[in-house]
């Protein structure tokens, strides 16, 4: 099974070399057989004595990364839609991508996204579904930048791709959490320990996680906004990837996870509200579109709602409804987004005020869009799987079952309702595409060509597509005997036999409720002209859009309002900021620990002329903050110096001692130097506040060091290993002086390297001269 | 076989003393540089080789036993890093004679290279803590060197800053040794771990433990005080910015792994707690500071905090998984960084300027360039199956387990707009239209060492399995310092 998956991705490596060939043969030709090989390969599970295979092959299995492909009932009605609805896709490419475009590119991303998406599905993995997840994501982005070199193309592929990685990162912190409490990667074992995960404290998190993971990917309402700017992308890729396949990955996701969070309330509630609100804003939203794949775009995104509020609802007939209406789904709206691609292309625009009276020039591309719309309608006809599932959905908007809190029995109570009234929109988008392409006066003036029929091959797959609208329509029993019950029995738990007739009798109550959604929609249908206006009171200027403008924008805008704040530029700054933070954590610490330690016990007497030297040491040091001169402050110093090489002779260390007096000399010859040549001081004009803050922290910072100097002497707990040295010296160092032994001997290293920083400074300074006078070389 | 844990050290330093004879015969310099580089390749190869099969090498240098004299201490943390920083270094060795004028590689340019590499080695494999300032001092002096080098204006202005805070915090790092000798009276640190463990860390040693902290996070450039950091790392040459930011923030950020794992770590509970909170705060602004500029080699810059808190983060948690996450990011972090700056710089040269508002549609002419940046992004910001991926994904379990939540939180939100930050990047500046009046220029010399740092990073990520038992082999040593002071104080 790996094989499968993995195939597209391998073959995209020659693709490029194929496509040197596109003007002896179209590229999608060649691509054409990769994912027909794929679904003829897994028809061969269809039957009724199918089990749920696994194939495992190790990748880092010392982290429970493993290609552990598992294909059950939905699985195999995904990667069915995968490779079936994929082969039909490269097909009307084939006609509708010309040869002048960059056909390798896209074929490459098009067979990287056909393994990732089987990846998805097929993967029991949770961190491998997670890698094939966020692969969809990234081809995604590439097929919707592929006209790149427009505004619009680059704006959908970034927007989709935040939002699309935004919700994979986070399932991927869901699936990290169900990792650690189930101690398990793979979904089948997480499912069969289902009862310690919801017993889980941290459960609800990453049910959180998972859910956003899955809204985000399936366009649910707020996130849906990525779905219609994904549109830049060429119509194979929108009839395959963001109605067909990708965007169901989120279905997918949650329909594998409701083994597991089926049983907690809060999982229906969530939802079934994501998923109804998604029902009914999307398809409100849909007749409000001039577009005709941005009419398609709401359209598939209120579908996706509508699944997944049955997947909400959990209850057998809803699981089944929903397994059932994705099948549909892809196949009505697969035809739909090429009938849209077709008219583009024969006619130039996709702006449905400029079309109209299509159906003389081009009947059989009506034709195929006559069956889809009706069907994506649920208009009562035997012939139409749409209005199957529709009627499945009705039905099992009503045998919800009383949940134990105020809100579920509360969205128990609504649900039928918002259901109508999203079906009733839904009718009302789906006559509007119709009519107002191929109904209607036709205005040639306002089209870009003359329109005319397509070619053949371009009717094709939507033909296909179209013929199974009407099979499955027809013969409903068909699929749902074995293919959708398996799906759904992988879903629910428990096999799940459900016969779907056509005629339910009048007293039906979802037949009832379709016969609603026909009256009133057809009624909002003619009238649609006089209600228009509604959508400049609601949702007027309110748009999640523009949510995410606003924060894109602001996200740009504040970080930089906020780093050029504290990236002042200014050395006094960085250090006052430096300084205090370590005051403020290093005091929290002593305080915390008890650090402080003050101890005089073990000191010595203080002589006067020690005393003496330490206060000229502290009057000098303080003495360089008001001088005013340069040559002041360098003498200033000079003193204190002085002052600590006097230090080391009263402590009998006289070699220390010369050598800090040959350091400060020299320094100070140094200084006096180069200041010659630099500017005088200048006072600093801050204002006060800044100055008393500098003088706290300044103070501050002396204090501290005083203090954790003084409590660290109070702390010497251990004897120090210069006693060893002492004692070693002359034995083993062969030397009478200590310090000599210790610098050249037994901490050799330490001095080897500080004349190498010794050498590097040299090397350095006479580099940074050398550089600027040499004239020589370039 | 103990002289083997020196030998990483000393050939750097003999190479740059070498190489300082004849700057100006630059065939042979660069010809010596690679051969030099190469052979030290091989030898810290061996060394990671004998020390994963054999255990650590011990060095006592000049013969004075532990705890008295300098200690080398080649365990498997240090060759791992000196390993990695060999890998990217000799990826800079073969970009710098493209990306450098002649006459800045004459002025001693692989001298002063080669003794960062002596400094930063030195800084992995040393167990003494006033040699380990010893070689922050050598590592410091040549990059004060190296980011001067040319002398021009706007870096002797970003260089001061950096000069003159480092010398801050080498200053404050002696002082904190001087408290720590103090109170414990040594500075080999087996045996200052030994000593702060039969005290049990009390009294003043946190407080000493966090100046410690704070001398190594300010060069680990940690929140707040990574100041210094973006701009002194974005003016210089790639090849410099490529070392500086593979490199020296990694010091910093591994001698904090070191003194915690080891030596402080019996108040986890206060000080490995403050370590989250920076960590998380280091994403925060590290990805805000990458946000918002249009600077290509500053976005790189800014990317390090993030990744740095990343690693801390795994500190602060201290647990088994977290600290295996911790070190894996750290290898991941530093040859993708070394390979960001090398491609951007690249990028850059291409374009003629790093700013992003001045050139879209690269990709015409840059193909090759664009996949690697896209691919870059990706493998930066941690997304499946490349290397990030899989220290994340360490790290994200040793917290949930530890049921640390909110800065899983921030990980998983920084990692989206670093990837935001990257692409940025990939959107503006390579996809577009085609300007037909531009005139490429050829980058093939610089994109080599590019693809062979970025194939290594997708090998750590697809090829995890080869690596990850040694990371975690690495963890379960460190998280119990008895391993490291028995084998430096009885072995």
Not at chain 1, 5 to 11: A, D, W
Not at chain 2, 80 to 107: G, H, Q, W
């Amino acid at each position: 099974m790996i094989f499968t998956v993995l195939i597209p991705l391998l073959l995209a490596c020659f693709v490029p070399f194929i496509s040197k060939f596109k003007h002896k043969i179209h590229t999608g030709t060649v691509i054409f057989f990769i994912p027909l090989a794929i679904f003829f390969y897994f028809i061969q599970f269809i039957g009724s004595g199918f089990e749920p295979i696994r194939h495992t092959y190790s990748w880092i299995p010392s982290l429970g990364i493993n290609f552990d492909f598992y294909l059950d009932g939905l699985s195999l009605l995904f990667v069915l839609l995968i490779s079936g609805i994929g082969a039909l896709v490269v097909l009307y490419s084939v006609y509708y991508l010309d040869r002048s475009e960059p056909l390798g590119h896209f074929y490459v991303y098009l067979l990287m996204f056909m393994s990732a998406m089987l990846g998805v599905v097929l993967s029991d993995n949770v961190f491998v579904l997670y890698t094939f997840w966020e692969l969809t994501s990234i081809s995604s982005f590439l097929l919707i930048g592929y006209w790149h070199f427009k505004e619009k193309s680059r704006y959908g592929a970034l927007k989709s791709m935040i939002i699309t990685i935004f919700g994979g990162l986070s399932m991927f912190g869901g699936f990290a959490l169900l990792s650690v409490i189930s101690g398990t990667t793979s979904i089948q074992t997480m499912i069969a320990n289902a009862d310690v995960i919801l017993d889980n404290p941290y459960m609800p998190l990453a049910l959180g996680f998972i859910l956003l993971g899955a809204f985000t990917k399936s366009a649910q309402f707020p996130f849906h906004i990525w779905l219609p700017d994904a549109m830049e992308a060429p119509t194979p890729v929108s009839a395959y990837l963001h109605s067909a396949t990708m965007v169901k990955a989120g279905l997918y996701l949650v329909a594998r996870f409701s083994m597991i969070f089926g049983s907690y309330e809060w999982f229906f509630i969530i939802v079934s509200i994501a998923g109804i609100v998604t029902l009914c804003w999307a398809s409100y939203m849909a007749v409000h579109q001039t577009d005709l794949k941005a009419i398609l775009a709401f359209s598939t995104i209120s579908q996706l709602g509508m699944i997944m509020a049955m997947l909400g609802f959990g209850t057998k007939a809803a699981v089944f409804a929903a397994v059932f209406h994705i099948l549909n789904h892809a196949t009505f709206k697969g035809s739909l987004f090429m009938v849209a691609g077709t008219v583009d292309h024969e006619t130039g625009t996709r702006d449905i005020r400029k079309l109209g009276g299509l159906l003389t020039f081009m009947p059989i591309t009506a034709t195929l869009a006559l069956f889809g719309t009706f069907s994506m309608a649920g208009i009562p006809l035997p012939f139409l799987n749409g209005f199957y599932s529709k009627e499945l959905f009705f039905e099992s908007t009503l045998d919800l079952e009383g949940g134990a809190s105020g809100i579920a029995g509360f969205l128990i109570d609504v649900i039928p309702y918002l259901a109508v009234f999203g079906s009733i929109f839904t009718f009302v988008y789906a006559l509007y595409f119709l009519f107002g392409t191929f109904g209607g006066k036709t205005q040639l003036d306002k089209l870009v060509k003359k329109p005319h029929e397509a070619p053949i091959g371009m009717l094709v797959s939507p033909g296909i597509l179209v013929l199974g609208v009407i099979l499955i329509g027809l013969f409903p029993s068909a699929v749902n005997g074995t293919f959708i019950a398996h799906a759904a029995e992988a879903v629910y738990g428990e096999p799940i036999t459900k016969d779907v007739h056509f005629w339910h009798g009048w007293d039906s109550p979802a037949f009832q409720m379709s016969l609603v959604v026909v009256g009133l929609g057809a009624l909002l249908v003619t009238t649609r002209r006089k209600w228009n206006g509604i959508y400049q009171v609601f949702p007027g200027k309110l748009s999640v859009n523009k949510v995410y403008d606003t924060i894109m924008g602001k996200l740009n805008a504040y970080s930089r309002t906020i780093t050029t704040f504290y990236m002042s530029g200014s050395l006094r700054n960085y250090m006052a900021i430096i300084l205090s933070t370590i005051l403020v954590v290093t005091v929290g610490f002593m305080l915390a620990t008890d650090g402080f330690t003050i101890d005089f016990g073990n000191l010595a007497p203080i002589t006067f002329i020690e005393l003496t030297v330490v206060l000229i040491i502290i009057a000098s040091a303080i003495g360089t903050i008001f001088a005013k001169k340069n040559l002041a402050v360098i003498l200033i110093v000079g003193v204190a110096g002085y002052g600590v090489s006097l230090l080391f002779l009263i402590y009998r260390a006289p070699d220390l001692a010369l050598t800090q007096l040959v350091v400060e000399t020299v320094s100070v010859a140094l200084f006096l130097l180069c200041f010659y040549h630099l500017p005088d001081l200048k006072r600093l004009h801050a204002p006060l506040s800044t100055r008393t803050t500098n003088l706290i922290i300044s103070v501050g910072f002396g204090a501290l060091m005083t203090l954790v100097g003084i409590s660290a002497h109070s702390s010497s707990w251990f004897e120090t290993i210069s006693d060893y040295f002492i004692e070693t010296s002359k034995p083993i160092g062969g030397g009478s002086n200590i310090v000599n032994v210790i610098l050249v001997d037994m901490r050799g290293l330490d001095t080897l390297f500080e004349i190498t920083v010794l050498g590097i400074a040299a090397l350095a300074i006479y580099t940074l001269i050398k550089f600027k006078t040499d004239k020589g070389g370039k | 076989m103990s002289n083997l844990a020196v030998l990483p050290i000393i050939i750097p330093l003999i190479a740059g003393i070498i190489l300082a004879f004849f700057p100006k015969k630059l065939a042979l310099v660069r010809t010596l540089t690679k051969v030099f580089i190469i052979g030290n390749l091989a030898v810290a190869g061996f060394s990671a080789w004998h020390v994963f099969n054999h255990g650590s090498i011990i060095l006592e240098t000049g013969d004075w036993a532990a705890p008295y004299g300098i200690i080398i201490v080649a365990d498997q943390l240090s060759v791992l890093l000196v390993l990695t920083t060999n890998i990217m270094a000799a990826a800079c060795a073969f970009y710098a004679p493209y990306s450098l004028p002649d006459r800045k590689e004459r002025y001693y340019f692989y001298t002063f290279f080669f003794f960062l590499i002596t400094g930063v080695s030195g800084a992995f494999l040393t167990g003494d803590i006033f040699n380990l300032f010893v070689f922050f001092e050598v590592l410091l002096m040549a990059s004060y060197a190296l980011i001067v080098l040319g002398g021009d204006k706007v870096q002797l202005r970003e260089s001061v800053k950096y000069v003159f805070i480092n010398l801050f915090s080498s200053m404050l790092f002696v002082t904190a040794v001087g408290f720590l000798y103090g109170t414990v009276g040594t500075v080999n640190m087996a045996q200052i771990a030994q000593r702060v463990q039969e005290v049990d860390q009390q009294g003043i040693l946190t407080a000493i433990g966090i100046l410690l902290f704070f001398v190594f996070a300010v060069k680990a450039a940690l929140f707040p005080l990574y100041y210094w950091m973006p701009k002194s790392y974005a003016v210089p040459n790639p090849v410099i910015s490529a070392l500086f930011g593979a490199l020296l923030t990694k010091v910093g950020i591994y001698s904090i792994i070191r003194v915690f794992s080891l030596i402080f770590i019996h108040r986890i509970d206060l000080t490995h707690e403050v370590f989250i909170w920076i960590a998380g705060l280091s994403m925060i602004f590290g990805v805000i500071g990458a946000l918002s500029t249009n600077n290509i080699k500053l976005i790189i810059a800014y990317n390090i905090i993030p990744a740095i808190g990343f690693i801390l983060w795994g500190i602060g948690v201290f647990n088994q998984e977290a600290v295996s996450g911790a070190i894996y990011y750290l290898i991941h972090d530093m040859i993708i960084k070394a390979s960001l700056f090398l491609l951007v710089g690249t990028i850059a040269y291409a374009a003629g300027t790093s700013d992003l508002r001045k050139f879209s549609g690269l990709i015409h002419y840059y193909p090759f360039l664009g996949w690697l940046l896209f691919v870059s992004g990706f493998v930066l910001a941690g997304i499946p199956p490349f290397s990030g991926f899989i220290g994340k994904l360490l790290l994200l379990k040793g917290s949930l387990a530890d049921e640390k939540v909110a800065v899983v939180i921030i990980a998983l939100l920084s990692s989206l707009l670093i990837l935001y930050s990257i692409m940025k990047i990939f959107i503006r500046g390579f996809w577009g239209e085609k300007d037909d009046t531009f005139e490429p220029k050829p980058v093939k010399g610089r994109t080599a060492p590019v693809v062979a740092l970025l194939a290594l990073s997708v090998f750590l990520g697809i090829g995890a399995e080869f690596i990850y038992p040694s990371v975690e082999s690495i963890s379960r040593y460190l998280l119990d310092p008895a391993n490291y002071i028995n084998a430096v104080l009885e072995g």
